[in-house]
C-alpha cells in the first residue's frame, strides 16, 4: 500500500462519520500521488498526515430566541484547518445539513484554493445547523448575534477572518460585523462580504460567478474555442449562479437554466439580462422561489428535479456547465447524460459539486474540468482584495477589482495547468489545481518545522 493509500485508510478509520470530509480528501489525497517521489522531504515531515488534520476545530452552541418567545438551539461551528500561508480564511454556512464533516470537508479544500489565489490566506470554514429560510429579520439577528457573541473569541484580522457562505448573504454579514463591533469596540474589518457603506469590496457578491465563467473560458481557450455562442447550464439560483449568468451574458453565451431546492426552469430562449434582474428581485429580496420565473415567462417548470436530471430526462443539448448549488448535486449517471448532450466544459462554481464517479466521467470523456477549488477561487480572491483594501482604509474602483480578479483567474488555470504538465498529467486540473495549492502549503510547513 502507498503512503498515500496508508494516510486514507487511518482517515477511514478515525473519521467513519464524515463521509463529506473523507471524499474531499480521497480526491486531493490521490492526485497528489505523484509529488510523494519527488518531495522525500515532505514525507519525512509526514506533511501528507499533517495537512489533513485540522489546527483546531471549535464547536459551540447557539442559544437564541424567536419571535415567539421560544428559546431555540442550535450548534455553532469553527474549523480553522491550515494558517501556514497567512490567517485562517473561510465562508459561514447557515444551513440545516451543517455538521462537523461538512465544515471540515469545506475548510480542507479551502486550504488549497485560498493557496491558488497567491494571496496570504489560510483555510477554515464555519457555521451553523440553524436555517434563515422562513425566519423573520428579527430572528436571524438574534441569532447571528447569538452566534458571534461566541466566535468572536477566535477571530481577528491577522488571525480569522470569515465571509459568507450557503444561508449567509448580506444581511447576515451585517448583522454579524455589526454585533462584532459592539463586543470588541474595535473597526477591525474581521469579516469580509460588507456592504459597500462599511467596507465591502465592489465586485464582491459578483466574483465566484464571474471568476467561474473567466476560468472556463481559459479553459476553452486551450482549444481555440470561447464562452460567445455557448449554450449553458447553471445551478442554483443564489449569488453563484445569478453573477455567472450575468458574466455568461457579457460574454455572448446564453444560460438556459436555473433552480432551486424545489426545482428546476428551462427557458431555452435564454435567461437575458431582464430576466435575471427578475431572479435577483425575486431571491434576493422577496426570497420566492424559482417555480414563479416558469409562471411568468411561460417555460417549463420541473418540481423536486436538479438542472442535471432535467438534462438527462429531457435530453437536453448543452455546451457548458456551470453547477452551482451544492456539494454533490451531480453523479455518474447525469455527468454521462451532459456528456451525451454535448458538454465539453464544467467550471464549478459550488464546492465539490461533482461526485468522484462525476468526476470520472468528465476526465475520461476529455471534458474540460475545472475543480471548484480552482474554478470558484474567484469568490476567496476578492475577500483577499476587501481585505487588502481594508488595511490600507481604501477602496478601489469596480474595473480595477474585475481585472485584479480576471488576472488572477487567469493565473489560477495557468498554474493549475503546468503543474499538471509538470506532474505528468497534462490537462487535468483536478490534478494541477490539488498540486499547485498543496506545494505552495507544504513547503510552508516543511519551513516552520514539526509545530
Known amino acids: 500500500m502507498s503512503l498515500i493509500q496508508d494516510v486514507i485508510a487511518r482517515l477511514r478509520e478515525k473519521d467513519a462519520d464524515q463521509p463529506e470530509f473523507l471524499q474531499a480528501a480521497h480526491e486531493v489525497l490521490t492526485s497528489l500521488e505523484p509529488t510523494v517521489k519527488k518531495h522525500p ?75 491558488l489565489t497567491t494571496l496570504p490566506m489560510g483555510g477554515a470554514k464555519g457555521g451553523s445547523d440553524f436555517d434563515p429560510k422562513g425566519k423573520s429579520d428579527n430572528e ?130 435564454g435567461i437575458d439580462d431582464e430576466k435575471l434582474q427578475f431572479i435577483l428581485q425575486l431571491k434576493n429580496f422577496r426570497r420566492g422561489r424559482i417555480s414563479e420565473y416558469a409562471e411568468k415567462y411561460q417555460v417549463p417548470y420541473y418540481a423536486n428535479k436538479s438542472v442535471w436530471d432535467v438534462i438527462r430526462e429531457q435530453n437536453l443539448k448543452i455546451d457548458l456547465a456551470f453547477p452551482s448549488a451544492h456539494e454533490n448535486e451531480i453523479d455518474k449517471a447525469n455527468a454521462e447524460a451532459a456528456v451525451r448532450n454535448g458538454c465539453m466544459c464544467v467550471s464549478e462554481g459550488a464546492n465539490m459539486p461533482s461526485d468522484l464517479d462525476a468526476i470520472d466521467v468528465w476526465l475520461n470523456n476529455n471534458v474540460l474540468y475545472g475543480p471548484g477549488k480552482a474554478a470558484n477561487a474567484g469568490g476567496v480572491a476578492v475577500s483577499g482584495l476587501e481585505m487588502s483594501q481594508n488595511a490600507m482604509r481604501m477602496s478601489w474602483s469596480r474595473e480595477e477589482v474585475d481585472q485584479k480578479l480576471r488576472v488572477i483567474m487567469k493565473n489560477i488555470h495557468q498554474s493549475a495547468l503546468e503543474a499538471s504538465q509538470a506532474y505528468g498529467a497534462p490537462g487535468n486540473y483536478v490534478v494541477g489545481a490539488n498540486i499547485a495549492g498543496f506545494l505552495k502549503v507544504a513547503k510552508s510547513m516543511l519551513a516552520y518545522g514539526i509545530v
Open 41 to 115: 522531504d515532505f514525507v519525512k515531515a509526514k506533511i501528507y498526515d499533517r495537512i489533513v488534520v485540522p489546527d483546531r476545530a471549535v464547536l459551540f452552541r447557539v442559544p437564541w430566541v424567536d419571535d415567539s418567545g421560544e428559546v431555540q438551539i442550535n450548534r455553532g461551528f469553527r474549523i480553522q484547518f491550515n494558517n501556514a500561508i497567512g490567517p485562517y480564511k473561510g465562508g459561514l454556512r447557515f444551513h440545516p445539513s451543517v455538521n462537523l464533516g461538512i465544515i471540515k470537508f469545506l475548510g480542507f479544500e479551502q486550504i488549497f484554493k485560498n493557496s
Open 140 to 269: 436571524v439577528m438574534h441569532f447571528c448575534q447569538a452566534f458571534m457573541r461566541e466566535l468572536f473569541r477566535h477571530i481577528g484580522p491577522n488571525t480569522d477572518v470569515p465571509a459568507g457562505d450557503i444561508g449567509v448573504g448580506g444581511r447576515e454579514i451585517g448583522y454579524l460585523y455589526g454585533y462584532y463591533l459592539k463586543i470588541v469596540n474595535a473597526n477591525n474589518s474581521v469579516l469580509t462580504g460588507k456592504g459597500l457603506e462599511y467596507g465591502g469590496s465592489l465586485i464582491r457578491p459578483e466574483a465566484t460567478g464571474y471568476g467561474a465563467v473567466y476560468f472556463a473560458a481559459e479553459m476553452l481557450a486551450t482549444r481555440g474555442l470561447e464562452v460567445a455562442g455557448k449554450v449553458a447550464a447553471v445551478s442554483g439560483s443564489g449569488n453563484v449562479a445569478q453573477y455567472t449568468i450575468e458574466k455568461l451574458n457579457q460574454m455572448g453565451a446564453k444560460a438556459i437554466t436555473v433552480s432551486d431546492s424545489n426545482g428546476t426552469i428551462v427557458d431555452e430562449a
